[in-house]
Protein backbone atom coordinates (compact mmCIF):
# COMPACT_ATOMS: atom_id res chain seq x y z
CA UNK A 1 0.00 0.00 0.00
CA UNK A 2 1.29 3.40 -0.79
CA UNK A 3 2.37 5.50 1.79
CA UNK A 4 3.39 9.11 1.39
CA UNK A 5 4.87 11.21 4.15
CA UNK A 6 5.55 14.65 4.43
CA UNK A 7 8.55 16.55 6.01
CA UNK A 8 8.45 18.66 8.07
CA UNK A 9 5.08 18.71 9.30
CA UNK A 10 5.70 22.67 9.84
CA UNK A 11 7.92 25.55 9.13
CA UNK A 12 8.41 28.97 9.73
CA UNK A 13 10.65 31.25 7.54
CA UNK A 14 11.39 34.75 7.70
CA UNK A 15 10.86 36.40 3.84
CA UNK A 16 13.30 36.19 1.14
CA UNK A 17 14.58 33.00 2.50
CA UNK A 18 14.83 29.85 -0.19
CA UNK A 19 13.56 27.15 1.43
CA UNK A 20 12.73 22.92 0.50
CA UNK A 21 9.89 21.29 1.50
CA UNK A 22 9.90 16.92 1.41
CA UNK A 23 7.83 14.35 0.59
CA UNK A 24 8.36 10.33 0.70
CA UNK A 25 6.83 7.42 -0.79
CA UNK A 26 6.87 3.98 -0.33
CA UNK A 27 6.24 2.35 -3.54
CA UNK A 28 7.76 3.79 -6.95
CA UNK A 29 5.39 2.05 -9.07
CA UNK A 30 3.50 5.81 -9.77
CA UNK A 31 2.04 7.34 -12.72
CA UNK A 32 2.90 11.07 -11.54
CA UNK A 33 3.30 13.41 -8.68
CA UNK A 34 1.77 16.79 -8.05
CA UNK A 35 2.27 19.55 -5.23
CA UNK A 36 -0.68 21.58 -4.58
CA UNK A 37 -1.15 24.37 -2.04
CA UNK A 38 -4.11 24.19 0.51
CA UNK A 39 -5.05 27.80 1.69
CA UNK A 40 -7.05 27.31 5.48
CA UNK A 41 -10.51 25.91 4.72
CA UNK A 42 -10.60 25.91 0.55
CA UNK A 43 -9.64 23.76 -1.59
CA UNK A 44 -6.36 22.49 -3.61
CA UNK A 45 -4.54 24.41 -6.02
CA UNK A 46 -2.22 22.63 -8.15
CA UNK A 47 1.08 24.05 -8.60
CA UNK A 48 3.03 21.28 -10.32
CA UNK A 49 2.89 18.26 -12.08
CA UNK A 50 5.42 16.02 -12.71
CA UNK A 51 5.68 12.70 -14.52
CA UNK A 52 7.09 9.59 -13.33
CA UNK A 53 9.46 9.73 -16.76
CA UNK A 54 10.28 13.07 -15.47
CA UNK A 55 13.21 14.59 -12.96
CA UNK A 56 11.14 18.46 -12.51
CA UNK A 57 9.51 20.70 -13.34
CA UNK A 58 9.36 24.56 -12.76
CA UNK A 59 7.01 27.26 -12.60
CA UNK A 60 8.24 30.78 -11.23
CA UNK A 61 9.61 30.13 -8.03
CA UNK A 62 8.55 27.12 -7.76
CA UNK A 63 10.84 23.96 -8.58
CA UNK A 64 9.95 20.26 -7.78
CA UNK A 65 12.16 17.65 -8.07
CA UNK A 66 11.52 14.19 -8.58
CA UNK A 67 13.52 10.47 -7.93
CA UNK A 68 11.19 7.82 -7.80
CA UNK A 69 14.57 5.43 -7.45
CA UNK A 70 14.69 6.96 -3.60
CA UNK A 71 10.99 7.43 -3.52
CA UNK A 72 11.53 10.90 -2.79
CA UNK A 73 10.43 14.44 -4.56
CA UNK A 74 11.21 17.86 -2.92
CA UNK A 75 9.29 21.38 -3.62
CA UNK A 76 11.89 24.08 -3.33
CA UNK A 77 10.48 27.61 -3.31
CA UNK A 78 12.80 30.80 -3.70
CA UNK A 79 12.55 34.09 -2.12
CA UNK A 80 9.58 33.48 -0.03
CA UNK A 81 7.08 35.97 0.80
CA UNK A 82 4.23 35.97 3.12
CA UNK A 83 1.70 35.38 0.07
CA UNK A 84 3.43 32.02 0.16
CA UNK A 85 1.98 30.99 3.53
CA UNK A 86 -0.44 27.83 3.12
CA UNK A 87 -0.32 24.07 3.87
CA UNK A 88 1.69 22.34 1.31
CA UNK A 89 0.78 18.76 -0.16
CA UNK A 90 2.38 16.00 -1.95
CA UNK A 91 -0.02 13.73 -3.71
CA UNK A 92 0.65 10.88 -6.19
CA UNK A 93 -0.83 8.92 -9.04
CA UNK A 94 -0.53 5.72 -9.10
CA UNK A 95 -2.14 3.07 -11.04
CA UNK A 96 -5.77 4.38 -10.76
CA UNK A 97 -7.12 8.12 -11.04
CA UNK A 98 -7.61 8.91 -7.24
CA UNK A 99 -4.86 10.81 -5.72
CA UNK A 100 -2.82 9.39 -2.90
CA UNK A 101 -1.85 12.82 -0.51
CA UNK A 102 0.24 13.84 2.61
CA UNK A 103 -0.74 15.37 5.44
CA UNK A 104 0.98 18.31 3.99
CA UNK A 105 3.69 20.80 5.42
CA UNK A 106 1.90 23.94 6.69
CA UNK A 107 4.29 27.13 5.96
CA UNK A 108 4.42 30.43 7.39
CA UNK A 109 6.61 33.22 6.15
CA UNK A 110 7.09 36.72 8.21
CA UNK A 111 7.41 39.88 7.04
CA UNK B 1 -9.92 25.33 -18.32
CA UNK B 2 -12.01 23.09 -16.03
CA UNK B 3 -13.96 23.94 -13.55
CA UNK B 4 -15.54 21.69 -10.76
CA UNK B 5 -18.00 24.04 -8.72
CA UNK B 6 -18.68 22.27 -5.41
CA UNK B 7 -21.19 23.82 -2.61
CA UNK B 8 -22.35 24.51 0.04
CA UNK B 9 -18.50 25.99 0.70
CA UNK B 10 -19.71 25.58 4.54
CA UNK B 11 -22.27 23.79 6.88
CA UNK B 12 -23.24 23.88 10.37
CA UNK B 13 -25.98 21.29 11.13
CA UNK B 14 -27.38 19.24 14.12
CA UNK B 15 -26.83 15.86 15.06
CA UNK B 16 -29.06 13.66 13.41
CA UNK B 17 -29.92 16.01 10.40
CA UNK B 18 -28.57 15.14 6.58
CA UNK B 19 -26.67 17.14 5.04
CA UNK B 20 -25.99 17.49 0.82
CA UNK B 21 -23.00 18.06 -0.81
CA UNK B 22 -22.77 19.06 -4.81
CA UNK B 23 -20.26 18.88 -7.29
CA UNK B 24 -20.96 20.02 -10.91
CA UNK B 25 -18.61 19.93 -14.01
CA UNK B 26 -18.72 23.01 -15.17
CA UNK B 27 -17.47 22.81 -18.93
CA UNK B 28 -17.02 19.28 -19.52
CA UNK B 29 -18.39 16.45 -18.49
CA UNK B 30 -17.36 14.12 -15.59
CA UNK B 31 -18.09 10.00 -15.75
CA UNK B 32 -16.23 9.73 -12.54
CA UNK B 33 -16.16 12.20 -9.78
CA UNK B 34 -13.37 11.17 -6.50
CA UNK B 35 -14.77 12.00 -2.92
CA UNK B 36 -12.03 12.99 -0.35
CA UNK B 37 -12.48 13.87 3.31
CA UNK B 38 -9.77 15.68 5.43
CA UNK B 39 -9.75 15.62 8.98
CA UNK B 40 -8.07 18.34 10.57
CA UNK B 41 -4.22 18.24 10.36
CA UNK B 42 -4.75 14.83 8.43
CA UNK B 43 -3.99 13.84 5.05
CA UNK B 44 -6.70 13.94 2.52
CA UNK B 45 -8.27 10.72 2.31
CA UNK B 46 -10.49 8.61 -0.24
CA UNK B 47 -13.78 7.73 0.62
CA UNK B 48 -15.40 7.13 -3.01
CA UNK B 49 -15.58 6.78 -6.31
CA UNK B 50 -18.88 7.69 -8.07
CA UNK B 51 -19.59 6.88 -11.76
CA UNK B 52 -22.45 8.23 -13.90
CA UNK B 53 -25.00 5.53 -13.89
CA UNK B 54 -23.90 2.91 -12.15
CA UNK B 55 -22.88 2.09 -8.07
CA UNK B 56 -20.73 4.32 -6.10
CA UNK B 57 -17.18 2.34 -5.25
CA UNK B 58 -16.56 2.64 -1.43
CA UNK B 59 -12.60 2.83 0.00
CA UNK B 60 -12.85 0.33 3.15
CA UNK B 61 -14.06 2.00 6.60
CA UNK B 62 -16.39 3.86 4.75
CA UNK B 63 -19.90 3.46 5.66
CA UNK B 64 -21.91 3.56 2.09
CA UNK B 65 -25.30 3.64 3.97
CA UNK B 66 -24.00 6.42 5.64
CA UNK B 67 -22.39 8.57 2.70
CA UNK B 68 -24.75 8.60 -0.01
CA UNK B 69 -23.60 8.64 -3.42
CA UNK B 70 -25.56 9.94 -6.39
CA UNK B 71 -23.80 10.17 -10.33
CA UNK B 72 -27.29 10.47 -12.09
CA UNK B 73 -25.87 12.87 -15.11
CA UNK B 74 -22.57 13.35 -16.45
CA UNK B 75 -22.07 16.99 -14.77
CA UNK B 76 -23.45 16.29 -11.25
CA UNK B 77 -22.41 14.39 -8.67
CA UNK B 78 -23.93 14.35 -5.01
CA UNK B 79 -22.42 13.22 -1.47
CA UNK B 80 -25.06 13.20 1.42
CA UNK B 81 -23.83 12.46 4.46
CA UNK B 82 -27.14 11.11 6.66
CA UNK B 83 -27.84 10.89 10.30
CA UNK B 84 -24.91 13.42 10.62
CA UNK B 85 -22.96 12.78 13.57
CA UNK B 86 -20.22 15.26 15.35
CA UNK B 87 -17.32 13.05 14.33
CA UNK B 88 -18.34 13.51 10.83
CA UNK B 89 -17.14 16.74 10.62
CA UNK B 90 -14.73 16.97 8.09
CA UNK B 91 -13.60 19.21 4.96
CA UNK B 92 -15.18 17.39 2.10
CA UNK B 93 -13.73 18.03 -1.46
CA UNK B 94 -14.47 16.63 -4.39
CA UNK B 95 -12.16 15.87 -7.95
CA UNK B 96 -12.84 14.60 -11.04
CA UNK B 97 -9.98 12.91 -13.21
CA UNK B 98 -7.89 14.74 -16.36
CA UNK B 99 -9.86 15.77 -19.33
CA UNK B 100 -8.45 14.86 -22.76
CA UNK B 101 -4.30 15.00 -22.67
CA UNK B 102 -4.46 17.23 -19.24
CA UNK B 103 -3.01 15.00 -16.75
CA UNK B 104 -4.09 17.58 -13.77
CA UNK B 105 -7.16 16.61 -11.52
CA UNK B 106 -9.65 18.98 -11.11
CA UNK B 107 -10.68 19.93 -7.05
CA UNK B 108 -14.16 21.80 -6.27
CA UNK B 109 -13.41 24.23 -3.52
CA UNK B 110 -14.32 21.88 -0.96
CA UNK B 111 -17.32 21.93 2.01
CA UNK B 112 -16.14 22.39 5.69
CA UNK B 113 -19.03 20.94 7.26
CA UNK B 114 -19.59 20.95 11.75
CA UNK B 115 -21.87 18.82 12.81
CA UNK B 116 -23.21 20.32 16.84
Not at chain 2, 27 to 46: E, G, H, N
Not at chain 2, 60 to 89: C, Y
Request: charged share 15%; net charge neutral.
Amino acid sequence: KQEVTQIPAALSVPEGENLVLNCSFTDSAIYNLQWFRQDPGKGLTSLLLIQSSQREQTSGRLNASLDKSSGRSTLYIAASQPGDSATYLCALRGAGTALIFGKGTTLSVSS
Amino acid sequence: GAVVSQHPSWVICKSGTSVKIECRSLDFQATTMFWYRQFPKQSLMLMATSNEGSKATYEQGVEKDKFLINHASLTLSTLTVTSAHPEDSSFYICSAPPVGTNEKLFFGSGTQLSVL
